[in-house]
T-cell receptor, first 112, second 113 residues
Framework: DAKTTQPNSMESNEEEPVHLPCNHS???????IHWYRQLPSQGPEYVIH???SNVNNRMASLAIAEDRKSSTLILHRATLRDAAVYYC?????????????FGQGTILTVHP | DAGVIQSPRHEVTEMGQEVTLRCKPI?????LFWYRQTMMRGLELLIY????????DSGMPEDRFSAKMPNASFSTLKIQPSEPRDSAVYFC???FGFGSTTYFGPGTRLLVL
């Protein structure tokens, strides 16, 4: 499975934008880029995903580099509820169809 | 839909006992996943099914672990015999497959004494 690299931790202040980076230099042309987050004592929760183009939804935006070797999850205004572990995951086709392999993620701390 | 349903939510058992974890996926989803989470190893994929058929069980730690999906609305993960190192949170998840959203259940917190 193609690997992703994320910073171990990041900090932000409440109501400020947060940019969470992810490197995936070995991405294949058909790999989807997914972001999930896990709040304390809960299961992982879907945030956003994309293939080639930037994506927006009510939770966040996903900016994908032109060469697709990196992406950035953007939380436009961080709240205390956004404090979580954020996982950047590549979903490959072929024999790994549908499978998500989680790395260590980025621990986001949001300060009031 | 009520989301992915797991039972029990908490399980405390003694070493050597059989443990059965249960999962009801979201209706219509044809992929079902079992994950395990520990502080040391993070989130690990144990096994996943497509249309009730196991596709990849390479993450199952050893023969003490087995999983079944007898129909589209039910799956079990069984540990027999259980050991203290099996203590973890076990998540079940389901999806429509490639390129779609995976929905996770609330997890079963297992403690083996």
């Amino acid at each position: 499975d193609a690997k992703t690299t994320q910073p171990n931790s990041m900090e932000s202040n409440e109501e400020e934008p947060v940019h969470l980076p992810c490197n995936h230099s070995t991405i294949s042309g058909t790999d989807y880029i997914h972001w999930y987050r896990q709040l304390p004592s809960q299961g992982p929760e879907y945030v956003i995903h994309g293939l080639t183009s930037n994506v927006n939804n009510r939770m966040a935006s996903l900016a994908i580099a032109e060469d697709r070797k990196s992406s950035t999850l953007i939380l436009h205004r961080a709240t205390l509820r956004d404090a979580a572990v954020y996982y950047c995951i590549l979903e490959a086709g072929g024999t790994s169809y549908g499978k998500l392999t989680f790395g260590q993620g980025t621990i986001l701390t949001v300060h009031p | 839909d009520a989301g992915v349903i797991q039972s029990p939510r908490h399980e405390v058992t003694e070493m050597g006992q059989e443990v059965t974890l249960r999962c009801k996926p979201i209706s219509g989803h044809d992929y079902l996943f079992w994950y395990r989470q520990t502080m040391m190893r993070g989130l690990e994929l144990l096994i996943y099914f497509n249309n009730n058929v196991p596709i990849d069980d390479s993450g199952m730690p050893e023969d003490r672990f087995s999983a079944k999906m007898p129909n589209a609305s039910f799956s079990t993960l069984k540990i027999q015999p259980s050991e203290p190192r099996d203590s973890a949170v076990y998540f079940c998840a389901s999806s429509f497959g490639f390129g779609s959203t995976t929905y996770f259940g609330p997890g079963t917190r297992l403690l083996v004494l």
